[in-house]
């Protein structure tokens, strides 16, 4: 055997290798109605489920969880196909929105942090964000929030079998400072001046401290001190030095209202929101059902 055929087999041999590897490497997890759901998009969530569970502490059965996930993945594609059917897009400035949206409510760090971890690019999470609004607006084409009448509402807040609670609340002020000795001298100070109020614009004024404006809270929503003396203090009293997540807070309850059954009217947007989100729920499970039926689809995962 020549050199010439002898160097012919051996790129031939490497042309295959490559082909065989190279399709091993990029099989897809699923194909549905012959569009791929790759590998690397399972794995992604996957892998932002397990880390959604691992924060819970839940104990999960890995195969469950990845029969769960394939088979979310397959529903959406399933809705990305009959979206495109319809004819419904995302334009660029409803991403761009969206995406700033999410950024400045989570902040650069938190999501950059957030795609490292999921070994995501910019752009990956860009078509993912762009997927979501586009099943949305599938979604909400599909169940407008005027099909929830007012009848209905009334009804289920007439027979839902635990009523809507409005939780304990208190009509507060802080003041914030960096250390225990500054909130201690501020207590001091306001043995002799007793007016809270007048104690707290001063330091405001004089930027020795953080002072907030008097606002409605609920008290779980603070750190555990912090939660303590707001159910604690009664109406008009302050008290501290409370440690809190970004320093030592000095506060006073002008007012608070207790926990109670919520009216009509109180729960009325919390109604239509959770009916609205049980049709659409159950909307879309209908129609990923109706579509499995008839879709051609294959599972590559074990």
Known sequence: MNNTVKG???VSLIIVTIFFLSGCSKKPAAVVNGEEISMDEFQMQLKQRLLSHKTTGITINKKELRDAVINELIG??????IAREKGIKVSEEELNRTVE????????????KFLKDMNMTEQEYREQTRDSLV?????????PEDKITEKMMKEYYKNRPTPYIKPERVYVRLIQVNTEDEAREIMNELKKDTDFDRVADRLEAEKKAAVTDYGWAQPDTFSSEIKEALKKLKKGQYGGPYKGKEGYYILRVKDREPE??????????LIKRELLAQQRQATVAHLIAERKKKANIKINIE
Do not use: C, P, T
């Not at 959406?76 to 196909?81: D, N, S």
């Not at 607006?137 to 599909?142: D, E, M, N, V």
């Open 8 to 10: 012919w087999i051996f």
């Open 76 to 81: 959406r594609k399933l809705l990305l196909q």
């Open 101 to 112: 949206s999410i950024k400045s409510s989570v902040g650069d760090e938190k999501l950059n």
């Open 135 to 143: 099943i949305r607006k599938l979604i909400s084409s599909l169940v």
């Open 260 to 269: 109670k059954v919520m009216s009509y009217e109180e729960a009325r947007d």
